[in-house]
C-alpha cells in the first residue's frame, strides 16, 4: 500500500514538471538557454573590449593578464550556474597588487572595474583611487568621518588604495591608520557584494601588512604581482608613447633609446614605464629647443621634422654621461 502512495505522488511531481515545461514559451528556453552559453555571456559582456583595450595599453604583463581573464571566467562561469540554480555564494573579489612603481597597476585596476561593472558584480563602471592621506585623519575624531566619505564614493565600483602599507604605523602609538583598517575591514566584510577594495603597492611591504593585519589579508583572495619590464618590453612601450603623441622614432634614434634603457636600468630609482615617459618629455623639449634654434636658419619646419625624435634629443640625456635624468642627480 505503501509503495503505491510513494509512485502516485510520484506521478503527481512529474505531471506537474512536464506541464510546468509545456508551458514554458521558446522564448523563456531561448533566455534560459542564453544565460547557460558561455559564448553568449561573453559576447554580450563586451569583455573582450576590454581584454583588446588591455592589450593595447599595456605591454608585456602576460601573468598579470591571464590572471584577470581567469577571474573574469569564473564570473562568468558563476552566472551561467545562477541561471540553473546552482549558487556558490558571492565570491570574494578584493585583491592586491603588487609590484614597483610604472609596471602598470593603476591601470589594470580601471580596466578590472570596468570588467566588473561589464559582468554585473558591480552597479557602475567607476574606480576610486585614493592614498593614506585622503583616508587617514590628523587628529581624534578626523579619520572615520575621511574613511566613511571616501567608501561612501567608492560605493557600488572599485576603490583602489595605492600603497597601502602606509595606513600600517606600529611605531607611532598616536597614529588613526589602524582607525580606517577597522573601518575598511567591516564594509570589505559587509559590504562586499557593493564595493571592491584593491590595495597596491611594493610586495615586500605589502607582504609585511598582511602579516600584521591577518584581518585584512584572509579578506583578500586574489594577489596579482605585477613584474618589471624587460629593455625589449621598455623599448615597445617607448614606441607606443610617442605614437600615442604624433612623435616617431628613426632607426638611428630608435637604437640610440634602446641604449638609453640599458644604462638607465642600471641606475637607482627607476620607475619602469613612468621613467620612459619622464624620459620622453624630457626628449620631447630637447626636440622643441632644437627646432626653435635652427627656425633662425631655416624654412618652417616639415611635418616629418615635426613628428621625428632625433638621436641627439634622446643622446643629450645626462644617463650617457653617468648621470640621471632630470630624476635626481648622481
Known amino acids: 500500500m505503501r509503495e503505491t502512495h510513494n509512485q502516485t505522488n510520484v506521478t503527481k511531481q512529474l505531471t506537474r514538471l512536464m506541464n510546468a515545461f509545456i508551458n514554458i514559451t521558446p522564448a523563456e528556453l531561448a533566455a534560459d ?8 555571456l561573453y559576447r554580450e559582456s563586451g569583455i573582450a573590449e576590454v581584454f583588446d583595450k588591455l592589450d593595447r595599453e599595456l605591454v608585456g604583463l602576460a601573468p598579470v593578464k591571464s590572471r584577470i581573464r581567469e577571474i573574469a571566467a569564473l564570473l562568468l562561469v558563476d552566472k551561467a550556474r545562477n541561471a540553473v540554480g546552482l549558487n556558490a555564494g558571492s565570491p570574494s573579489l578584493h585583491m ?27 552597479r557602475s563602471n567607476h574606480l576610486v583611487a585614493v ?41 607611532n602609538e598616536r597614529d588613526y591608520g589602524q582607525e580606517a583598517i577597522e573601518i575598511l575591514l567591516q564594509v570589505m566584510e559587509n559590504q562586499r557584494d557593493d564595493l ?43 614606441q607606443l608613447l610617442i ?25 637607482p630609482n627607476f620607475a619602469n614605464a613612468r621613467s620612459i615617459r619622464n624620459a620622453l618629455d624630457r626628449a ?31 643622446r643629450a640625456s645626462r644617463v650617457f654621461r653617468g648621470g640621471l635624468d632630470g630624476e635626481g642627480t648622481k
Not at 592586491?96 to 570596468?114: I, L, S, Y
Not at 622643441?288 to 613628428?307: K, S, T, V, Y
Request: hydrophobic letters at 40%.
Open 33 to 40: 538557454h542564453r544565460d547557460r552559453d558561455l559564448a553568449a
Open 96 to 122: 592586491c597588487f603588487t609590484g614597483n612603481p610604472g609596471t602598470g597597476k593603476t591601470t589594470v585596476a580601471m580596466r578590472m572595474a570596468d570588467i566588473l561593472h561589464r559582468l554585473g558584480y558591480t
Open 131 to 171: 592614498t593614506r592621506d585622503d583616508l587617514v585623519g590628523q587628529y581624534i575624531g578626523h579619520t572615520a568621518p575621511k574613511t566613511k566619505e571616501v567608501l561612501k564614493k567608492a560605493m557600488g565600483g572599485v576603490l583602489f588604495i595605492d600603497e597601502a602599507y602606509y595606513l600600517f604605523r606600529p611605531e
Open 196 to 238: 571592491v577594495v584593491i590595495l597596491a603597492g611594493y610586495k615586500n611591504r605589502m607582504d609585511t601588512f598582511f602579516r600584521s593585519n591577518p584581518g585584512m589579508a584572509s579578506r583578500v583572495a586574489h594577489h596579482l604581482d605585477f613584474p618589471d619590464y624587460s629593455t625589449d618590453e621598455l623599448l615597445r612601450i617607448a
Open 243 to 267: 605614437a600615442q603623441m604624433d612623435y616617431r622614432f628613426d632607426e638611428t634614434s630608435l637604437a640610440t633609446m634602446r641604449e638609453y634603457i640599458a644604462l638607465r636600468l642600471q641606475q
Open 284 to 314: 620631447r623639449l630637447r626636440q622643441a629647443n632644437r627646432l626653435f634654434i635652427d627656425a633662425g636658419n631655416n624654412a618652417a619646419p616639415a611635418r616629418e621634422e615635426l613628428m621625428l625624435i632625433a638621436a641627439q634629443d634622446i
